[in-house]
């Protein structure tokens, strides 16, 4: 079963962990083995913690038989902004409904802050993910990661009312 979830502090390294794994493997089909493999190995940011809490970050979970949570995935938004800042999802899960169950529910959450639109900067490998869930392209760009490198990225958004 599919649990969606606020995440918690003692979720903060499975959830970084996660994010590697997918970075790691992911993006390879549309950036540089060299690019996925700086971003991948990026370190956790000493606040991470801290933005997953304010941020509201919700997770999703499987919990199997014998009561065992696996960490399938998670995402946050930024209501202040009206950005979907961070959606990522197990690759060992990918194509199977859990990253559109953690997007329904932050596009949810962002409707109840009554946001009237939601944007984001995405991957190349995740542009048509967000455009199945309605999102438009606005134009393409790049994002600077903060250890210097840049990645190509493409900026969407969706109206939400």
């Known amino acids: 079963m599919i649990n969606i979830r606020a995440a918690t502090i003692a979720d903060t390294c499975n959830i ?15 950036y540089p083995k ?13 606040n991470f913690a801290e ?4 941020l ?8 199997g038989d014998n009561k065992q949570r696996t960490l399938l995935g998670f995402g946050f938004i930024d209501k202040e902004q009206g950005r979907l ?11 199977k409904g859990v990253g559109r169950l953690i997007a329904t529910a932050l596009i949810s959450n962002a409707q109840q802050a009554n946001l009237t639109h939601l944007q984001l900067s995405s991957t ?7 455009q199945s869930l309605g999102f438009d392209i606005l134009k393409q760009s790049s994002w600077q990661h ?3 490198f840049e990645l190509a990225s ?8």
């Open 51 to 54: 933005i997953l809490i304010s």
């Open 56 to 63: 509201h970050a919700i997770v999703a979970e499987d919990i």
């Open 146 to 148: 903060p250890s210097g």
């Open 34 to 46: 060299e690019v996925v493999k700086q971003w991948a190995a990026s370190p956790m940011p000493s």
């Open 124 to 130: 190349l490998n995740a542009v048509a993910f967000y």
């Open 154 to 161: 493409v900026s969407m958004s969706k109206q939400l009312v």
């Open 16 to 30: 970084w962990a996660l994010r590697t794994k997918a970075i790691g493997q992911a993006c390879l089909s549309h």
């Open 85 to 95: 800042e961070s959606l990522f999802v197990d690759p060992n899960t990918s194509r």
